[in-house]
């Protein structure tokens, strides 16, 4: 199975050779899922690109995010259930 593309990635539009980093996913009703690229350079005269929204179907993995297993909180006390006073 092919790697999902999330978040953070980087992809290409295979169509246009768009290419940009992942912003936004969004899954619609019918199973559709639209990925939005955000391209990471300047256009000719220094100004921010516009963003384009895709199927995922029609971009392609170009890199992705590096995960690194980084731990976000550690082992926790277990929760003491207090009882109710009479």
Do not use: H
Request: charged share 25%; hydrophobic share 25%; net charge negative.
């Amino acid at each position: 199975m092919p790697r999902v593309i999330t978040n953070g990635d980087m992809a290409r539009d295979t169509v246009s050779g768009f290419e940009g980093q992942v912003m936004c996913v969004s899954n619609w009703l019918y199973g559709c899922r639209r990925l939005t690229l955000y391209p990471t350079g300047l256009d000719e005269k220094g100004q921010p690109q516009n963003s384009y929204t895709f199927d995922e179907d029609q971009l392609e993995l170009v890199k992705p995010i590096k995960t690194e297993g980084t731990p976000t909180g550690g082992p926790q006390p277990e929760p003491v259930q207090r009882i109710d006073p009479e």
